[in-house]
T-cell receptor, first 113, second 114 residues
Framework: GNSVTQMEGPVTLSEEAFLTINCTYT??????LFWYVQYPGEGLQLLLK?????DKGSNKGFEATYRKETTSFHLEKGSVQVSDSAVYFC????????????FGGGTRVLVKP | NAGVMQNPRHLVRRRGQEARLRCSPM?????VYWYRQLPEEGLKFMVY????????ESGMPKERFSAEFPKEGPSILRIQQVVRGDSAAYFC????????????FGPGTRLTVT
């Protein structure tokens, strides 16, 4: 079956530091990959996505590249802000598995001023 | 242009009671997904519905849980005879089509069973 593994948190950073959150996946088909962000007390917001190998998703300074050879979709941001403090979820959607999202366990990020 | 609406936002039930969670998808969306988030865990898929049809319920517990998405009105997730282990955040997402189209999430219903 499909699965997503992402690095455990919490990750604590200072403002303007570089952020990387590792994400690897296992899928039987050809999945689309997503990063979602969850701010305290809120639902999930789509941060970025990639639908095929070598695609790069980007949004709000965050980037992730779909690497089929390493089955990875690592999230990066060059200079984080306090407002980036949240929980980040890596996820995949596989048409062969009925389009439902399979999520990683989430990584809590705390950015200190 | 309202997003996905869920209500109630917080629900407290005693063991043995019934919980009803409602989800109104975004305008124009006919696909609804329900996910459950247990404390300190990621989200787990429960069920995928289209209007009047259950497409995939492979993540639903076999007993006490049911879901519907009628022709008119919101999607309902129903939990009968709740137990403490049902305490979680339940999120609804909607999309305009299946496939790789994005799912848009509601704010969630936080169920507490006492």
């Amino acid at each position: 079956g499909n699965s997503v593994t992402q690095m455990e948190g919490p990750v604590t950073l200072s403002e303007e530091a570089f952020l990387t959150i590792n994400c690897t996946y296992t899928a039987t088909g050809y999945p689309s990959l997503f990063w979602y962000v969850q701010y305290p007390g809120e639902g999930l917001q789509l941060l970025l996505k990639a639908t095929k190998a070598d695609d790069k998703g980007s949004n709000k300074g965050f980037e992730a590249t779909y690497r089929k050879e390493t089955t990875s979709f690592h999230l990066e941001k060059g200079s984080v802000q306090v407002s980036d403090s949240a929980v980040y979820f890596c996820a995949l959607s596989d048409r062969a598995a009925g389009n439902k999202l399979t999520f990683g366990g989430g990584t809590r990020v705390l950015v200190k001023p | 242009n309202a997003g996905v609406m869920q209500n109630p936002r917080h629900l407290v039930r005693r063991r043995g009671q019934e919980a009803r969670l409602r989800c109104s998808p975004m305008k124009g969306h006919s696909h609804v997904y329900w996910y459950r988030q247990l404390p300190e865990e990621g989200l787990k898929f429960m069920v995928y519905l289209q209007k009047e049809n259950i497409i995939d319920e492979s993540g639903m517990p076999k007993e006490r849980f049911s879901a519907e998405f009628p022709k008119e009105g919101p999607s309902i997730l129903r939990i009968q005879q709740v137990v403490r282990g049902d305490s979680a955040a339940y999120f609804c997402a909607s999309s305009s089509e299946g496939g790789s189209y994005e799912q848009y999430f509601g704010p969630g219903t936080r169920l507490t069973v006492t």
